[in-house]
């Protein structure tokens, strides 16, 4: 089942293979979620993505999973539904 199908139909980001970590930086969690820089920053100024977790800056795995559970509607608040590609 794609994500897509998964989230009900929403319009949420393609992701290539995704390699499970125990913590993220900023790049690896939004390349993880598939978000574009663009939505991923405009999500984190909207405080839909949370500060880092971790005292080193990094999320942990924890929340980055929650953050995937709530990715169809993180998307839809910063692009509209639409994936931003660029």
Do not use: H
């Amino acid at each position: 089942m794609s994500l897509a199908s998964a989230a009900g139909g929403a319009n949420v980001p393609p992701r290539n293979a995704r390699i499970d970590r125990p913590n993220y930086d900023e790049t690896q969690l939004r390349d993880w979620l598939g978000l574009e820089p663009g939505q991923f920053e405009e999500a984190r100024r909207r405080g839909l993505i949370p500060p880092p977790d971790l005292g080193d800056g990094r999320w942990s795995a924890v929340v980055a999973s929650e953050l995937d559970t709530k990715l169809a509607g993180i998307v839809a608040q910063v692009s509209g539904g639409k994936v931003v590609s660029g």
